[in-house]
């Protein structure tokens, strides 16, 4: 039998490669399969650098799918030395294998399930097993406190069903306006008014009550690459909220971008996609000192009126203007009703606030809260409803002296 080319042996990795991507959530169809086929060739391939470059021009088209590539690129052609096997095939300018060990990330779960997923035996009959379920966790529960970066594909899913059923907060306040009402005070003006309508024969009372309404809500979210997991999910998040509350939304990372009116769109989908369009900075570096410094002065007048909550998400890791981080947090503190910063940080139980832009934020913050999970934010949602106990921020830096 004759060896197999060496270009059928690389197009079929790739292959399967692109099918493992599809399963993993990335649009990958047969003409992006095609399109890098062509592209190995073309570009004259001569190292594994090389190849992620021209795999990842033509497979990635958002932002948030290049975590996912990337996990799933350093899995499938995990085997030392077999990239530069196929590669050698195919040019001789290839270099010796150069690999170096990685440390798990986000999405591993998801693109490990996708990567080594195998076909359903429809002719072989599944074991019957009796399993006593009454010490076991039923898949709601482990959902709810299952983290978001260890999630598989079909669990984000449910999660997206979940947080678009969360209750949404009870935070109705009472204004100094008055509306007309059944009952409380008497409206003096009003019944005059109706009294003389009937000539005065008879004195029929209206009365009048305080006008209830939602306080805005300002999020302002970190998409930095150490946030960028949680950010899609809390973003799903704003949107189901969104649809009852007035809420405005800022994502940051080396710059500022509003992207209220891009979640205003109906669908989730599109709306996650029209701020991926719109953001030109995703899973890059932070910057939370001068994106806080532009929105106090360019955003905070306009949208923190009328007692609005602001929501800060982001893990406080700042490495740039830390000694200007005080003063614009101080200045946010003092232009909104309450401030609660969600840290996905504080999932972890050894956690101590040590860093130097955390122990300068916290001192103006109202609350500080993890979210890193489904429980979390269902917590978060008490928390806007003032139905939970306030995490005191000061006893982490207590904690940490």
Known sequence: ???????????????????????????????????????????????????????????????EHSALFDQAFRIFWKRKGFLEKLI??????????????????????????ALFKTPPDEDKAAPSLDIDARFTMSAAEILQTKDFAQMSAAEIARARELIARLALPRDAVKTRRHVAAHGGR?????????????????IDLAFRAPAVRHPPIVALCDISGS?????????????????????????FGTRLTNVTRALRARDVDEALALCSAQVKDWAG?????????????????????????????????????????????ERLRKSCR??????????????????????????FVDEFRPIHNL???ADLCRALSKDSAAADPKAWLKRSA
């Open 227 to 251: 946030m960028s997991e949680y950010t899609r999910l809390f973003l799903h998040f704003l949107h189901a909220l969104g649809e009852k509350r007035r809420v405005t939304t800022f994502l």
């Open 375 to 377: 429980a979390a934010m």
């Open 285 to 329: 570096g932070t910057r939370i000192a001068s994106s806080l410094h532009r929105f106090n002065r360019e955003w905070s007048r306009r949208v923190l009126g009328q007692g609005a909550i602001v929501v800060l998400f982001t893990d406080g890791l700042e490495r740039d203007g830390v000694e200007d981080l005080g003063l614009e947090m």
């Open 186 to 202: 008497i409206d003096p003006r009003r019944s005059f008014r109706a009294t003389l309508r009937s000539g005065g024969a008879i």
């Open 1 to 63: 039998m004759d060896e197999e080319p060496a270009g059928g042996q690389l197009a079929n990795n790739i292959l399967y490669f692109a099918r493992a991507l599809r399963e993993a959530g990335l649009p990958v169809g047969p003409g992006a399969v095609l399109d890098a086929l062509a592209a190995v060739e073309a570009a004259g391939i001569g190292d594994r650098a090389d190849f992620y470059a021209t795999l990842h021009a033509v497979f990635v088209k958002k932002h």
């Open 88 to 113: 050698a095939m195919m040019s001789p300018r290839a270099d010796p294998a150069r690999q170096k060990k990685q440390k798990a990330e986000p999405g591993a779960t998801r693109i490990a399930e």
């Open 338 to 363: 309450r401030l609660i910063w969600l840290n996905p940080l504080l999932r972890y139980g050894e956690f101590e606030a040590k860093a130097l832009g955390i122990r300068a934020m916290l001192p």
